[in-house]
């Protein structure tokens, strides 16, 4: 069984420092992904990031970077220069085996507040 | 990405009565899935539709009370059957992206239901 582990139920941050949201994992499955999804208090689910067990280099996506540590199962959503708007919840996410039929298994969230 | 329309947005619902939750994706999708969120949870898959096969459900859900259709690639309908309060959530609609790498999910503006 597949599980994700979010252990920070909130954080805070001070404007333009950088934030770093944890997020373990559990799996047998040599093939899975793993993506971090913003959700501001409008309840929209935005995606930001994502991370195949294959590959070879952290992704990144403009502010946001993942810090994936595949022998300790982690992986790690940092936050570069903070915002104000970067203020919501964040849930990290995992999917076992290939894109297109395996469903996403959500963690618990992390509330990160920026504070100005 | 994949647009998806959720309606309704919020409904208020008296004990007892069903209520059924439209999704319509702007693109075919082979799988969609319906997660719900209780008030400051996390999100819980309640089951996968395929267009053509009967859904399939995870571990605490059941057809009687969460029926799905899926009559075409690109719609779907949840019915919340004989509502009670602790049926109060948002239920998000989701179908995989087909242009970034990983599949991740994207989601409808979700349903907000509110059972008395």
């Known amino acids: 069984a597949q599980k994700i582990t979010q252990t920070q139920p909130g954080m805070f941050v001070q404007e333009k420092e950088a934030v770093t949201l944890d997020c373990t994992y559990d799996?047998?499955?040599?093939?899975?992904?793993l993506f971090w999804y913003k959700q501001p208090s409008s309840g929209e689910m935005i995606f930001l990031i994502y991370q195949g067990s294959y590959d070879q280099q952290n992704a990144t996506e403009g502010r946001y970077s993942l810090n994936f540590q595949k022998a300790r199962k982690s992986a790690n959503l940092v936050i570069s220069a903070s915002q104000l708007g970067d203020s919501a919840m964040y849930f990290c996410?995992?999917?076992?085996?290939?894109?297109?039929?395996?469903?996403?298994?959500f963690g618990a969230g992390t509330r990160l507040a920026v504070h100005p | 990405s994949a647009v998806i329309s959720q309606k309704p947005s919020r409904d208020i619902c008296q004990r007892g009565t069903s209520l059924t939750i439209q999704c319509q994706v702007d693109s075919q999708v082979t799988m969609m899935f319906w997660y719900r969120q209780q008030p400051g949870q996390s999100l819980t898959l309640i089951a996968t539709?395929?267009?053509?096969?009967?859904?399939?459900?995870e571990s605490g859900f059941v057809i009687d009370k969460f029926p799905i259709s899926r009559p075409n690639l690109t719609f779907s309908t949840l019915t919340v059957s004989n509502m009670s309060p602790e049926d109060s959530s948002i239920y998000l609609c989701s179908a995989e992206g087909t242009g970034g790498p990983g599949g991740e999910l994207f989601f409808g503006e979700g349903s907000r239901l509110t059972v008395l």
């Open positions: 799996t047998s499955d040599p093939s899975y992904g």
């Open positions: 996410a995992m999917r076992e085996g290939q894109r297109g039929y395996n469903k996403l298994i």
């Open positions: 539709a395929n267009q053509g096969s009967e859904a399939t459900y």
